[in-house]
């Protein structure tokens, strides 16, 4: 588990484009000159100091008088400056489907037309805030939010999709802050303040209430090799449609 600190540049045109059969308005930002892209560990690399390749990079900067780590931290950054970099160099489009007022994000262009690739969490008829699929190694955490109450209760929606059980806990931002910085100092998640906590071995609605929160995260643990989905959703909203779709 490493902690980095990333930053990048783009510099982008952008284009508006009305997707009239299929009733949405795409903004696509393409870059103009390739992205930059500069990623930075912070504090020190957990790196192995025997048994696979860095048992042979720390043979060789031994040679050097480098470290394991010294060596490690480069490879790192240049890697890792790479992946953002491949990842922007398509550039972004925002797509919003006029019929249910629903935004959806994706990487790349997207031709009138095209649909955009469905959310983990099947949503027809369903306005949600965050739909993502998550993989949590053995002994991993997952922190994910604010998700804000100012402007309703909400609700986080779970299910197991591999392995699991997942143990499930609705925090306030200071206590999830806690955890988050203890787990990058440890590598052990101890959740503790909890709002609320589930076992779900299946599926699990949790709450997100403004009167536990302003701003509730969401906390996910596995004991194994687990893979989940989930939706975040505000009570009592409702698909809008921002022209006539009749």
Not at 220 to 238: C, F, I, K, N, Q
């Amino acid at each position: 588990t490493v902690r980095l600190e990333a930053s990048f540049d783009v510099t982008s045109e952008l284009d508006v484009r009305y997707d009239e059969d299929g009733r949405r308005v795409l903004l696509a930002l393409t870059p103009t000159t390739p992205p930059s892209a500069t990623v930075r560990p912070i504090g020190t690399l957990p790196v192995a100091p025997d048994g696979g390749w860095s048992e042979i990079i720390g043979g060789l900067g031994g040679l050097f008088g480098v470290s394991t780590e010294q060596q490690a931290r480069p490879l790192l950054e240049e890697e890792a400056g790479l992946l953002v970099q491949r990842q922007l160099a398509q550039g972004v489009t925002l797509g919003v489907d006029l019929c249910t007022g629903q935004p959806d994000l994706a990487f790349g262009p997207i031709g009138d037309g095209d649909p955009i690739a469905p959310p983990p969490v099947e949503s027809a008829g369903v306005v949600w805030i965050d739909n993502q699929r998550v993989r949590l190694h053995e002994g991993g955490l997952d922190v994910s939010g604010p998700w804000s109450t100012e402007d309703g209760d909400g609700t986080f929606e779970l299910e197991v999709e591999l392995g699991g059980p997942v143990d499930a806990y609705v925090m306030c931002r200071a206590e999830a802050a806690l955890l988050a910085s203890a787990y990058l100092a440890g590598g052990e998640a101890r959740p503790s303040g909890a709002v609320s906590r589930q076992q779900v071995h299946d599926r699990a609605s949790l709450a997100l209430r403004a009167a536990d929160c302003v701003d509730p995260h969401v906390v996910l643990t596995a004991p194994s090799e687990t893979t989940l989905r989930y939706r975040v959703r505000r009570d009592g909203a409702s698909p809008e449609a921002l022209v006539d779709c009749e």
